[in-house]
């Protein structure tokens, strides 16, 4: 039966070429908008990580919630020993703590409401590769009374690096408390709402203004992003529920689910459209190359093979192509790919972002097993029907196609 089957697919060989095209090219489709999908997905997931929140952050509990209000109440105190503790993991890149502050920022003519963190200037540069600099230059840790600025805010108060600021805080004995400081950079993270108020200042100088040696958050970097939630689960079960509170990137970043929500709703609708067309295309191909063929099927049956035999020939028959199929697609869709992550596909920002970047497509082996399978079923399903229907055809009038 397989010998038979494979020498008619080589004997036909415009409909099986006309067949395997139709394959070939809804497979390419699927791996290239399946890897595309969970390109957009991973870049905007380390845009968020590399610009703002990390991959964990280990808070007081109930910081999240309340701290905004007052974060002096949810300090972490013993700082060197929650880090050394965290930094022993295999897994971790690098720990660092932040200080969450809100106040009045003025530029000398007016005050602007903002949102500050009190960061260790060389361990955040590192984390940050996500975060584009668009005048000046990041905090360094020798700047004691440098300040970066989110563009949006930058923008509004008119001010560039070289121009001096005043901050104004409470402490946290509810004391107002100022600070002069030199703006050396201004930043785009990947929200304009965060960069329309956002300031960051060495740890040291917070710690300073708010009169305090803790920190409200200890940031953890990871060498693999694919590492947070086995990391996340270990750091839970060191540290008491009841005292500390650890959250992800994705619990950090509500705006990340929801962006993803949206896109897999937008490409779910494509890919739907691209998985139609090769259904169609191959149903289509099939249905020509069984029923122009009644003729060669009418002959086997008067010569005495059994329709349930001519059943399973055109069924083996196409099990061939689609796998061959399949794999052509694959391999194509593959070298399509690689071509074009190596000249990159350009994209506007996101919602709620600033920055635009460059698209690839992912080659991941979920994505690559879907769409040969989608191809290889595809194939073999539409033989099915009109395999059926080719076999009640009577042997009279299946020979009568011979003329």
Known sequence: MFKLALRNVFRQKVRTAMTLAAIVFGVVGLVLSGGFVQDVFI????AVIHSQSGHLQLTRSGFFKHGS??????MIDDVAAVKSSIAAL???DDVMGRIYFSGLLNNGKTDL???GEGVEPDRESRLGTHIVITAGRQLRGDDRQGVMLGEGLARAARLVPGDQVTILLNTADGALNTADFVVVGVFQSYSKEFDARAVRIPLAAAQSLLTTSGVNAIVVSLKQTTDTEAVGARLAQGFDPTIFELLTWQQLNDFYEKTVVLYKRQFGVLQLIVLLMVLLSVANSVNMTV???VGEFGTMMALGDRPEHVFRLVIVE???VGLVG???GVALGIVLALVISAIGIPMPPPPNANLGYTALIRILPQEIATAFAVGFIATVGASILPARRVIRIPVVDALRQCV
């Open 326 to 328: 399949g794999l052509l």
């Open 113 to 115: 409401s903002i949102i």
């Open 69 to 74: 209000r007052a974060p002096h109440e949810y």
């Open 90 to 92: 295999r897994q971790v």
């Open 43 to 46: 870049q905007l997931g380390e």
């Open 291 to 293: 029923f122009e063929r």
């Open 318 to 320: 196409n099990t061939i």
